[in-house]
């Protein structure tokens, strides 16, 4: 089965707040980690990536941190804009650059 | 810099019939994969290339699933015969490993719908 994925399948944020998706994952051995944005009719985008001996890396408007200690990561998003609705993927890479996708938290932002 | 391409962007095929995909990577890029993403889910793996040798096919139907790199630049994935739950989104993406990220760039994916 799959190990990772997300903890809620949909999120409902107001447009202006700042938003938390999470991410739980069970392989202790993976080592590098991808947040990817999927639109409606396109392939998944990268965001941002974060590798296991760092615990939190920031990119523009996001952040992502991670805990090895529970093996949890989660992606923040800053001041939610309407483009940012779409589905959000974390992803685990397990070796020889394969990544293990989760299930998806769809994003709905509200006007 | 272009993207990932793939076509065609859809297909209706009925089950038993064959289908084929094909997929043009980021210029350079020496590794290569298919996905097969099915509604509500994530992508999931079923090949990976580098340049045109397999690296892991171990999820790949190979009864009815086959997919080829002949050159180490274009790739096709190919399905016969088709089944119902077959029907899904193919994903093709590519990466250059080595520097330092292993990000890969996917392409538009081509929907698959059997009948």
């Known amino acids: 089965g799959e190990s990772v994925g997300l903890h809620l399948p949909t999120l409902s944020v107001q447009e202006g707040d700042n938003s938390i998706i999470n991410c739980a994952y069970s392989?202790?051995?993976?080592?590098?980690f991808i947040w990817y944005k999927q639109e409606s009719g396109k392939g998944p985008q990268f965001i941002i990536d974060i590798r296991s001996n760092m615990d939190k890396r920031q990119g523009q408007r996001v952040t992502v941190l991670l805990n090895k200690t529970v093996k949890h990561l989660s992606l923040q998003i800053a001041a939610t804009q309407p483009g940012d609705s779409a589905v959000y993927f974390c992803?685990?890479?397990?070796?020889?650059?394969?990544?293990?996708f989760g299930a998806g938290t769809t994003v709905t932002v509200r006007a | 810099e272009a993207g990932v391409a793939q076509s065609p962007r859809y297909k209706i095929i009925e089950k038993r019939q064959s289908v084929a995909f094909w997929c043009n990577p980021i210029?350079?890029?020496?590794?290569l994969y298919w996905y097969q993403q099915i509604l509500g889910q994530g992508p999931k793996l079923l090949i990976q290339f580098q340049n045109n040798g397999v690296v892991d096919d171990s999820q790949l139907p190979k009864d009815r699933f086959s997919a080829e790199r002949l050159k180490g630049v274009d790739s096709t994935l190919k399905i016969q015969p088709a089944k119902l739950e077959d029907s899904a989104v193919y994903l093709c993406?590519?990466?250059?490993?080595?520097?330092?990220?292993?990000?890969?760039?996917f392409g538009p994916g081509t929907r698959l719908t059997v009948l």
């Open positions: 993406a590519s990466s250059f490993p080595g520097q330092g990220s292993n990000e890969q760039f």
């Open positions: 992803a685990e890479n397990r070796d020889d650059y394969k990544l293990s």
């Open positions: 392989n202790s051995a993976s080592d590098y």
């Open positions: 210029s350079g890029h020496a590794t």
